[in-house]
């Protein structure tokens, strides 16, 4: 068997957010996105390959912000789609609007070792 580790794409709502997202210890992508935003579906699969990218590193969590407008309220989500890296539920990067693959890739990767260097211990 290959012990690589497994991409990590979930979805979430209003309901199993705290479940699925803040109670994560590894840093979570969350994906606030809509049906009727093409800009979103633009980045969906740039998104879907980040979780394999950086399988082990971090999960990814995309939310509907039509069926979870909680959520959308409580990262202040005004326009969409807007990508969040959480940190045990605090933002710790945000990006709005659509991105390619590789700007994607190198936000997440900042955000990686910036959440890394606030968490080193001397």
């Not at 991409?7 to 590894?26: K, N, Y």
């Not at 979570?28 to 990218?53: G, K, Q, Y």
Request: glycine share 8%.
């Amino acid at each position: 068997p290959c012990h690589k580790p497994l991409p990590w794409l979930a979805r979430a709502t209003d309901a199993d957010f705290e479940r699925v997202a803040d109670a994560s210890d590894l840093p979570v992508l969350v994906d606030l996105w809509a049906t009727w935003c093409p800009p979103c579906h633009a980045i969906a699969p740039h998104v879907a390959r980040a979780a394999e990218t950086f399988a082990g590193r971090l999960k990814v969590v995309k939310v509907d912000v039509d069926k979870a407008p909680g959520i959308g309220a409580r990262f202040q989500a005004r326009s969409i789609p807007t990508l969040l890296v959480l940190d045990h539920g605090t933002p710790i990067a945000r990006q709005v609007g659509a991105v390619g693959g590789a700007q994607l890739d190198r936000w997440i990767e900042g955000a990686l070792a910036e959440r890394a260097g606030t968490h080193s211990t001397g």
